[in-house]
């Protein structure tokens, strides 16, 4: 049980890199995607996918200048919410694609 402890410990203490490894795979899938399809249905799948991620990334921007305003955050703090934010971004990027090639 001490081990289990030790390895939850030592994850929380690299989230970001795990953020940035689980981020890396939807936006490769990403970037597959849109070298792969050229025609009418990829453009418009990449296109409302780039558009629903830049409303996510701005309501995710606008929520981190939100709590900074409510908690005042440490810089270090700060830089790591808006790189979650980006990452994040990322990953709903790739999610997006994926569903909507699966819908269209």
Do not use: H, W
Not at 10 to 23: A, G, M, N
Not at 56 to 68: E, G, S
Not at 71 to 95: D, E, H, W, Y
């Amino acid at each position: 049980m001490n081990d289990i402890t030790i390895l939850i410990d030592q994850l929380k203490d690299q989230y970001l890199l795990i953020i940035i490894i689980l981020s890396l795979i939807p936006t490769i899938y990403a970037i597959n995607f849109s070298n792969r399809e050229d025609d009418e249905r990829g453009e418009k799948i990449t296109s409302k996918a780039y558009q629903m991620t830049y409303f996510f990334f701005l309501a995710a921007i606008f929520a981190v200048f939100i709590y900074n305003s409510f908690s005042n955050v440490a810089f270090k703090n700060f830089r790591t919410l808006i790189m979650i934010s980006l990452f994040l971004s990322n990953f709903f990027l790739g999610s997006t694609i994926f569903i909507l090639n699966k819908k269209y």
